[in-house]
């Protein structure tokens, strides 16, 4: 049998390398002060020249347009601009379209973010360990990037229509075939079709964050006698907490996208359970109804920095002791 080790070891080990780890840190915030100020001014200037581009590009396509937005969203229309406030806002809060688009993007968002998250972080999860035909099974679930959208939302139609293969199956087992795409079970094709197609993506991500997490920590977390619930909880997820933000937001930014894939398969004015934020916009915008528009772009864009900010809160608590 090996040596236990003392009784508070880890936590003496833990607070070595957090002392270790602020004093590296607080030695490259020195050298890199030290690094700007002594820096040519030919090369400050060379830097800003390389970035114009990019910072131009930024102004122009991104920043002035949100402005131009704002601006819309406070004016009763684009030829008086008569100054209005908040009356667009409570417009479009009124309007029973927006409301239902909000529910159910909210509705799905809610379902769709979390499972793909999850599913993918056990898929990734299972493909660390040794099992058989994993590098098939690897190919399976990142074979959907590869498949244009528009072959995606051809199988989904032939799985999901009417006289469609999974109501085929259904009444061979002697069930009543459902019009998926047109009742109210049309959300739950949707998130399936949302979680086939970004699994994948989400999987490589995390099993290249699983195989950065260093070895020597999950050890020494053995030798303390942790179990595998325990070094997952309290190490990988710790390790993991900047991956699960980036693909919570990246999982959070598609689930708002999926406008695509629903108006494809049902055009744009599909069955309510699928009306989403984006058909209302994409409508709205038809109608050349700028104010209503850039109000509800406004409202959306609060929510997801809402969202956004605490999923950072969040991977804060959890990732704040792993080393830099």
Not at 228 to 252: E, G, N, P, Q
Not at 297 to 307: G, N, Y
């Amino acid at each position: 049998m090996g040596r236990r080790k003392p009784e508070g070891f880890g936590d003496q080990m833990k607070q070595f390398r957090e002392k270790i780890s602020r004093e590296q840190k607080k030695q490259m915030r020195v050298l890199r002060r030290q690094y700007r100020k002594n820096r040519p001014l030919k090369e400050k200037i060379g830097s800003v020249l390389y970035l114009a581009p990019s910072l131009l590009g930024v102004l122009l396509f991104f920043v002035l347009p949100f402005f131009v937005v704002i601006y819309y969203s406070v004016v009763d229309n684009p030829i008086t601009h008569n100054f209005v406030f908040l009356d667009n806002f409570s417009k479009v809060l009124n309007n029973a379209a927006f409301r239902v688009a909000a529910r159910n993007t909210g509705m799905f968002s809610l379902i769709a973010v979390p499972a793909a998250v999850i599913l993918s972080l056990l898929l990734a999860m299972m493909l660390e360990c040794r099992i058989p035909f994993k590098s098939q099974l690897r190919s399976f679930f990142l074979s959907p990037l590869m498949v244009p959208i528009a072959s995606i939302v051809l199988i989904w139609q032939v799985l999901f229509h009417d006289n469609g293969v999974v109501n085929e199956i259904v009444q061979g087992m002697g069930g009543q075939g459902v019009d998926w795409l047109k009742s109210s079970q049309a959300q739950i094709v949707i998130v399936i079709l949302f979680l086939w197609k970004n699994l994948g993506y989400n999987m490589i991500l995390f099993m290249a964050a699983l195989s950065n997490i260093p070895s020597d920590i999950i050890e020494v977390a053995r030798l303390e006698s942790a179990n595998a619930w325990k070094i997952f909880i309290h190490i990988k997820i710790r390790y993991l907490s900047s991956t699960i933000l980036f693909v919570t937001i990246m999982s959070l930014i598609n689930s708002f996208k999926v406008f695509r894939e629903i108006y494809l398969l049902t055009g744009k004015y599909p069955f309510d359970s699928i009306y989403m934020l984006q058909h209302f916009m994409n409508n709205t915008f038809l109608s050349l109804d700028y104010q209503k528009l850039s109000a509800a772009a406004i409202l959306m864009s609060i929510v997801m920095v809402v969202i956004i900010g605490i999923l950072f809160i969040v991977e804060n608590h959890f990732g704040k002791d792993v080393e830099g």
